[in-house]
């Protein structure tokens, strides 16, 4: 097997093994049906990136529709 390929297949694998670690961390948070007190480290981590993803993701949003009202003002 060349050796691009062997480093594929390593990082699929290892991807895969994130997902499989994350989920069952997902899981056990929420399987109980409350959150964890304080939240462990990977669960604090997972929340900041979602945090910070979704306020980027809606800044985004503002500035295409600002973006959007200003061509509409600008040719109206």
Do not use: W
Request: net charge negative; with cysteine; aromatic share 4%.
């Amino acid at each position: 097997m060349p050796e691009h390929e062997e480093s594929i297949y390593e990082s699929v694998n290892r991807c895969r093994m994130d997902i499989a670690e994350l989920r069952g961390m997902i899981t056990m948070h929420f399987r109980d049906g409350e959150h964890h007190h304080p939240p462990c480290v990977p669960a604090q981590q997972m929340q900041k990136t979602l945090l910070t993803a979704t306020g980027a993701a809606v800044l985004s949003l503002v500035s295409a529709l600002g973006l959007l009202l200003m061509e509409f003002v600008k040719h109206g």
